[in-house]
């Protein structure tokens, strides 16, 4: 019997469970050493999730900043009308605040495509919303 030759051995493609999504995919067998397997369609996947996570954070920071200037206003407001409108302002951008925290949490567990999509559009019917 031979022995593999161990340069060549380098070259020789496997196929693999991905860690994340199960599905068999091919590596080289050097690759073996490097950690988790993970499949192509799920690094994609996750470049995606961390995309749309950051763009959340981006507008939940605009979305505090908002409210922070809004209760400023009603502060110094005495108009009674005037502040049921703030305070209208306020209560209607902490309620996109609190769905946007849920959509972060959703998007943190999601491992499928589809899902990233309709979040993305989730996410652009919450920006319309606070604006
Ligand atoms: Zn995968």
Redesign the pocket.
């Given at each position: 019997m031979n022995m593999p030759d161990s340069n060549n051995d380098k070259f020789v493609l496997k196929l693999v469970p991905?860690?994340?999504?199960?599905?068999p995919?091919m590596i080289k067998s050097d690759q073996l050493k490097s950690g988790e397997l993970?499949?192509d369609?799920?690094v994609k996947l996750e470049q995606r999730k961390k995309q749309l996570t950051s763009s959340v954070i981006e507008s939940q920071k605009e979305i505090k900043t908002s409210i922070k200037e809004y209760e400023d206003k009603l502060k110094l407001e005495d108009s009674q009308e005037q502040k049921i409108i703030f305070y209208e302002k306020i209560k209607k951008k902490s309620e996109i605040l609190t769905k946007s925290i849920v959509l972060l949490k959703k998007i943190e567990k999601t491992n499928d495509e589809k899902y990233i999509e309709e979040y993305k559009q989730l996410f652009e019917k919450l920006k319309k919303e606070s604006s």
């Open positions: 991905c860690a994340r999504c199960g599905n995919f993970i499949c369609n799920c």
